[in-house]
Antibody, heavy 121, light 110 residues
Framework: QLQLQESGSGLVKPSQTLSLTCTVS??????????WSWIRHPPGKGLEWIGY???????YYSPSLKSRVTLSIDRSREQFSLKLSSVNAADTAVYYC?????????????WGQGTLVTVAT | QSALTQPASVSGSPGQSITISCTGT?????????VSWYQHHPGKAPKLMIY???KWPSGVSNRFSGSKSGNTASLTISGLQAEDEADYYC??????????FGGGTKLTVL
């Protein structure tokens, strides 16, 4: 059973950079037919897609966050990461890492438990 | 792209059926048969319930069904059970490698 686990700082100061890592187990991050995505859930709001990255490093970002987001992948460590720069209070959210299936279907099939990131001084 | 529109809450009694709507635009729900639905119990990982409008992932009960008409997708849960009480989110591909989610619907089983 594939498992994803988020890790990183739970408290980030305004204007600084949020950094999270997702570790994949029970499967390979290098498997074809999938990409690796980040989704967030701000308190009291709906889910928001952030972006995704393929095993070859190709990335796709939400237009609303594109200027501040960087995704990266480390296949040797079975990890992929999110960096969000110049954060503010509106970036406070539970951040999920997910797998986006893109063969025989196109959907987010596995999710991590999520990690709360609070932007505050 | 704007978020998909869902009702904030729905409720039903055990054994009844409920339907949750998800309204988008001709740029997302109306064009792509790539609508999926996720069940979220607070504190847990969201779970895929329906993909590509009406398909079931392995292990998901067929009490959950999906459909689409025009720019609106729907999730129907029949034979409501207490464990169905959760938040439900719809999601659609929106073209140009973009994805958009709904605001979420809180289902209460009375």
């Amino acid at each position: 059973q594939l498992q994803l686990q988020e890790s990183g700082s739970g408290l980030v100061k305004p204007s600084q950079t949020l950094s999270l890592t997702c570790t994949v187990s029970g499967g390979s991050i290098s498997s074809g037919g999938y990409s690796w995505s980040w989704i967030r859930h701000p308190p009291g709001k709906g889910l928001e897609w952030i972006g995704y990255i393929y095993r070859n490093g190709d990335t796709y970002y939400s237009p609303s966050l594109k200027s501040r987001v960087t995704l990266s992948i480390d296949r040797s460590r079975e990890q992929f990461s999110l960096k969000l720069s110049s954060v503010n209070a509106a970036d406070t959210a539970v951040y999920y890492c997910t797998r986006l299936r893109s063969s025989s279907g196109y959907y987010f099939d596995y999710w991590g438990q999520g990690t709360l990131v609070t932007v505050a001084t | 792209q704007s978020a998909l529109t869902q009702p904030a809450s729905v409720s039903g009694s055990p054994g009844q059926s409920i339907t949750i709507s998800c309204t988008g635009t001709s740029s997302d729900v109306g064009t792509y048969n790539l609508v999926s639905w996720y069940q979220h119990h607070p504190g847990k990982a969201p779970k895929l319930m329906i993909y590509e409008v009406s398909k079931w992932p392995s292990g998901v009960s067929n009490r959950f069904s999906g459909s689409k008409s025009g720019n609106t997708a729907s999730l129907t849960i029949s034979g409501l059970q207490a464990e169905d009480e959760a938040d439900y989110y719809c999601c659609s591909f929106a073209g140009s490698s973009n994805w958009v989610f709904g605001g979420g619907t809180k289902l209460t089983v009375l």
